[in-house]
């Protein structure tokens, strides 16, 4: 079983920065694919990046100038590195993982077995 712990996030202003952490425990060298979410009110969760356990990293498109994945497999953490955050990014973000390789190449919430319990984002002007 594992369990993914997030942390990091906050309130900020707009163009501020924040990094997000999400430690995992557990079964952990299974794990193929790593990605964070995130919920807006009355909004469905919806992907933002995410690494395979080869480092390979993918984004969604309107995000990847401005947000960096990362992870160190020493620590066992995923990372979100935030920039530039805009008032559209206040959300719920969740840390997600699965051991198939197919959840890093669909990015769907369906794909993720594993989910933390989030940490709020919210930017102000």
């Known amino acids: 079983q594992v369990q993914l712990v997030e942390s990091g996030g906050g309130s900020v202003q707009a163009g501020g920065s924040l990094r997000l952490s999400c430690v995992a425990y557990?079964?952990?060298?299974?794990?193929?694919?790593m990605g964070w979410f995130r919920q807006a009110p009355e909004k469905e969760r919806e992907g933002v990046a995410f690494?395979?356990?080869?480092?390979?990293?993918k984004y969604i498109d309107s995000l990847q100038d401005r947000f960096t994945i990362s992870q160190d497999n020493a620590k066992n953490t995923l990372y979100l590195q935030m920039n530039s955050l805009k008032l559209e990014d206040t959300a719920m973000y969740y840390c997600?993982?699965?051991?198939?390789?197919?959840?890093?190449?669909?990015?769907?919430?369906?794909?993720?077995?594993?989910w933390g319990q989030g940490t709020q984002v919210t930017v102000s002007s």
């Open positions: 690494i395979d356990k080869d480092g390979n990293t």
């Open positions: 997600a993982a699965d051991y198939r390789r197919s959840a890093c190449y669909y990015m769907r919430v369906v794909d993720f077995a594993y």
């Open positions: 557990g079964y952990t060298y299974s794990r193929y694919c």
